[in-house]
């Protein structure tokens, strides 16, 4: 309403300022409209006067004529007056046209002047006719603007309710939360506690039955001792060295040194904790067998009671590494992608994840992988694998937020561990097989004790981490901004940081763990020495590039060679110690190469492509 009343407002006043325009200009136009008529007026009584004069001259003429000599003065001043009268009347007469003249230029004027404001008028008639449109335009406009701005002040309210609710849920949810976490911490240490009796209490029966034992077989030895041993005249004469005696226990006053010595069995070891008993009921032992090469003192024999063939299998002697000229074998992997490939520890299996998400298992024979089986469970691709130190549990992470962990013997999922927020792009046993770091691409390291199955402890690291390598106390991690990060488990701080020239797609040890192979997305190869935390040596070549932000490289066991995949499907070998390009390997693959892996008995190199093939190499 209040619209419509200003509107009223500005049409009347342009309507009484046209009204007060054409007073103004009527007044004007009927002055000078007055005058015309007035001398038209005139113009016309002159032409009467002219035309009584006219008659009055003929008749003046008409009786002179008739009376030539009478009244003769008279007609003189007639005729002068009347030539007087006439001079007048012609300036006059010449002074009325030219005002009507001038009148006439007046009204054309005037008329151009009225013709150029009707224009005007009818210009601002349809200016006023446009701008009535465009009020009527912007009205409805803000009508519609109103209209849903009512309908958005709806809505706010509704969301606001709906968030209040929310806000009130996830309040109650945080505080159910809070209250499961105490009951979940009290539960943990209850069980803890649990656990820790039934150690004491199985260490104690353990060394209980350890006492009977040794009670039993010092009875036995005992009553041995007493026992007289015939001697026959045929039997060998041993003589028992001193060390020798003290070495077979207790002997019998009685027994002759002459005599041939019976055998005793050794007393068992005193009892070693909860760890030793149940090594003992397993039958693991930490003798080496024969044919068999002991591990670094370092590792911790990974604790199951799954007996398999791979868990016999101890890492393989590397006598000499031999260069891979050769492919012996190619062969399709997977359905699609293949991302990463390893041997097992004795070099007898070869295990490859691929984007169908699986991990299988091929058999090395003879220069040829043979399939063995496939470990399932995954619900998104495999993006890297790693087996434990004794080769009796295989670690593989994927894209579906998870790691987990299969047994090689029976290929069953035995763990999955899960508690990232973006894809696990790496995933690696550390030394004591009991736990394990994975990263993600939720720029977070985790911790993961498998004895639990619980991540113990979270770090953020800031970027997305493409690989982890592992030692003793310390874990380096690449990442997608160009860093390597050396972090200490224990503080669960960063020690070091090293930026390279690209982001970081690979790392690896050598043997000794002394120097750290990395691989970025500049196109260059680097040995990175841990001693002084340099890079000590960088490798490329022409035509060597980067794949993607995942591609794998390797040290050979040895540590004399390095290994890696090129974008065009050519694989590269360098020699450490002169830092030159030993041998391109370019008739195997059509595709990018991902990953590529060293057998720890240095006699083959596998590799994997973004197409579904996998190549066997070797010198043979």
Same mark, same amino acid.
């Given at each position: 309403?209040?619209?419509?009343?200003?509107?009223?407002?500005?049409?009347?006043?342009?309507?009484?300022?046209?009204?007060?325009?054409?007073?103004?200009?009527?007044?004007?136009?009927?002055?000078?409209?007055?005058?015309?008529?007035?001398?038209?007026?005139?113009?016309?009584?002159?032409?009467?006067?002219?035309?009584?004069?006219?008659?009055?001259?003929?008749?003046?003429?008409?009786?002179?004529?008739?009376?030539?000599?009478?009244?003769?003065?008279?007609?003189?001043?007639? $005729?002068?007056?009347? #030539?007087?009268?006439?001079?007048?009347?012609?300036?006059?007469?010449?002074?009325? +046209?030219?005002?009507?003249?001038?009148?006439?230029?007046?009204?054309?004027?005037?008329?151009?002047?009225?013709? $150029?404001?009707?224009?005007?008028?009818?210009?601002?008639?349809?200016?006023?006719?446009?701008? +009535?449109?465009?009020?009527?335009?912007?009205?409805?406009?803000?009508?519609?603007?109103?209209?849903?701005?009512?309908?958005?002040?709806?809505?706010?309210?509704?969301?606001?309710?709906?968030?209040?609710?929310?806000?009130?849920?996830?309040?109650?949810?945080?505080?159910?939360?809070?209250?499961?976490?105490?009951?979940?911490?009290?539960?943990?240490?209850?069980?803890?506690?649990?656990?820790?009796?039934?150690?004491?209490?199985?260490?104690?029966?353990?060394?209980?039955?350890?006492?009977?034992?040794?009670?039993?077989?010092?009875?036995?030895?005992?009553?041995?001792?007493?026992?007289?041993?015939?001697?026959?005249?045929?039997?060998?004469?041993?003589?028992?060295?001193?060390?020798?005696?003290? !070495?077979?226990?207790?002997?019998?006053?009685?027994?002759?040194?002459?005599?041939? /010595?019976?055998?005793?069995?050794?007393?068992?070891?005193? /009892?070693?904790?909860?760890?030793?008993?149940?090594?003992?009921?397993?039958?693991?032992?930490?003798?080496?067998? /024969?044919?068999?090469?002991?591990?670094?003192?370092?590792?911790?024999?990974?604790?199951?009671?799954?007996?398999?063939?791979? #868990?016999?299998?101890?890492?393989?002697?590397?006598?000499?590494?031999?260069?891979?000229?050769?492919?012996?074998?190619?062969?399709?992997? +997977?359905?699609?992608?293949?991302? #990463?490939?390893?041997?097992?520890?004795? &070099?007898?299996?070869?295990?490859?994840?691929?984007?169908?998400?699986?991990?299988?298992?091929?058999?090395?024979?003879?220069?040829?992988?043979?399939?063995?089986?496939?470990?399932?469970?995954?619900?998104?691709?495999?993006?890297?694998?790693?087996?434990?130190?004794?080769?009796?549990?295989?670690?593989?992470?994927?894209?579906?937020?998870?790691?987990?962990?299969?047994?090689?013997?029976?290929?069953?999922?035995?763990?999955?561990?899960?508690?990232?927020?973006?894809?696990?792009?790496?995933?690696?046993?550390?030394?004591?097989?009991?736990?394990?770091?994975?990263?993600?691409?939720?720029?977070?390291?985790?911790?993961?004790?498998?004895?639990?199955?619980?991540?113990?402890?979270?770090?953020?690291?800031?970027?997305?981490?493409?690989?982890?390598?592992?030692?003793?106390?310390?874990?380096?991690?690449?990442?997608?901004?160009?860093?390597?990060?050396?972090?200490?488990?224990?503080?669960?701080?960063?020690?070091?940081?090293?930026?390279?020239?690209?982001?970081?797609? &690979?790392?690896?040890?050598?043997?000794?763990?002394?120097?750290?192979?990395?691989?970025?997305?500049?196109?260059?190869?680097?040995?990175?020495?841990?001693?002084?935390?340099?890079?000590?040596?960088?490798?490329?070549?022409?035509?060597?590039?980067?794949?993607?932000?995942?591609?794998?490289?390797?040290?050979?066991?040895?540590?004399?060679?390095?290994?890696?995949?090129?974008?065009?499907?050519?694989?590269?070998?360098?020699?450490?110690?002169?830092?030159?390009?030993?041998?391109?390997?370019?008739? !195997?693959?059509?595709? #990018?190469?991902?990953?590529?892996?060293?057998?720890?008995?240095?006699?083959?190199?596998?590799?994997?492509?973004?197409?579904?093939?996998?190549?066997?190499?070797?010198?043979?």
């Amino acid at each position: 309403m209040a619209g419509r009343g200003v509107g009223c407002l500005w049409k009347r006043h342009v309507v009484e300022q046209l009204k007060q325009r054409d007073r103004v200009q009527r007044q004007a136009f009927e002055e000078i409209i007055h005058q015309y008529n007035r001398l038209l007026e005139r113009s016309d009584l002159q032409v009467v006067f002219s035309e009584r004069l006219q008659t009055d001259k003929y008749e003046h003429q008409n009786r002179h004529d008739l009376s030539p000599g009478v009244d003769g003065g008279r007609s003189d001043s007639l $005729q002068q007056e009347m #030539a007087q009268m006439r001079i007048k009347h012609q300036e006059e007469l010449t002074e009325l +046209h030219k005002k009507r003249g001038e009148l006439a230029q007046n009204v054309i004027e005037l008329n151009n002047q009225i013709q $150029q404001k009707d224009k005007e008028i009818q210009s601002n008639e349809a200016k006023m006719q446009e701008y +009535h449109q465009q009020i009527s335009r912007l009205e409805g406009e803000c009508r519609d603007l109103r209209n849903s701005l009512t309908d958005l002040e709806r809505a706010n309210q509704t969301l606001r309710d709906e968030y209040d609710a929310l806000q009130i849920t996830f309040s109650a949810l945080e505080e159910k939360l809070r209250k499961t976490t105490e009951d979940n911490l009290e539960l943990v240490t209850r069980w803890m506690a649990e656990k820790a009796q039934e150690a004491n209490r199985l260490n104690a029966e353990n060394e209980k039955d350890t006492r009977r034992r040794q009670a039993k077989l010092q009875k036995e030895l005992a009553d041995a001792a007493k026992e007289p041993l015939p001697i026959d005249q045929d039997d060998d004469i041993e003589v028992l060295s001193e060390e020798a005696a003290k !070495g077979t226990g207790e002997t019998s006053p009685s027994r002759q040194p002459g005599r041939t /010595p019976r055998r005793v069995s050794q007393p068992p070891p005193p /009892p070693g904790g909860l760890l030793d008993s149940i090594s003992n009921i397993f039958g693991l032992s930490d003798s080496v067998q /024969p044919g068999f090469v002991p591990s670094d003192s370092r590792r911790r024999r990974s604790v199951n009671s799954f007996g398999s063939p791979e #868990a016999a299998e101890a890492p393989a002697a590397c006598a000499d590494v031999r260069v891979p000229s050769t492919a012996l074998h190619i062969f399709d992997a +997977h359905d699609g992608e293949v991302n #990463a490939v390893r041997f097992s520890p004795g &070099s007898r299996l070869l295990a490859t994840g691929g984007m169908d998400r699986r991990v299988k298992l091929w058999e090395v024979v003879s220069g040829r992988c043979e399939p063995k089986g496939a470990l399932t469970g995954s619900n998104a691709g495999i993006t890297s694998i790693e087996f434990d130190s004794a080769g009796t549990y295989l670690l593989a992470a994927s894209n579906d937020f998870a790691s987990r962990i299969w047994t090689v013997d029976d290929f069953r999922l035995r763990h999955t561990l899960t508690g990232h927020s973006g894809k696990v792009l790496s995933a690696r046993f550390l030394l004591d097989n009991a736990r394990i770091v994975s990263g993600s691409y939720d720029r977070t390291l985790k911790l993961w004790d498998l004895r639990s199955k619980v991540c113990m402890k979270t770090v953020f690291a800031g970027s997305s981490c493409n690989d982890i390598v592992c030692t003793e106390q310390c874990v380096m991690s690449g990442h997608f901004d160009k860093k390597v990060r050396f972090w200490d488990i224990r503080a669960e701080s960063i020690v070091h940081e090293l930026e390279l020239l690209g982001r970081v797609t &690979s790392l690896d040890l050598n043997h000794d763990r002394t120097e750290l192979l990395t691989c970025s997305r500049d196109d260059l190869v680097k040995i990175i020495d841990l001693r002084t935390n340099a890079v000590r040596q960088t490798f490329n070549a022409q035509g060597f590039k980067c794949g993607s932000d995942f591609t794998r490289v390797t040290f050979s066991p040895d540590g004399s060679y390095v290994a890696a995949g090129s974008a065009d499907g050519v694989l590269y070998i360098w020699n450490v110690l002169t830092g030159k390009l030993e041998k391109t390997l370019d008739k !195997g693959h059509s595709s #990018a190469i991902n990953s590529v892996s060293w057998s720890p008995s240095g006699a083959y190199v596998a590799s994997v492509e973004k197409g579904s093939k996998a190549v066997l190499w070797s010198d043979m």
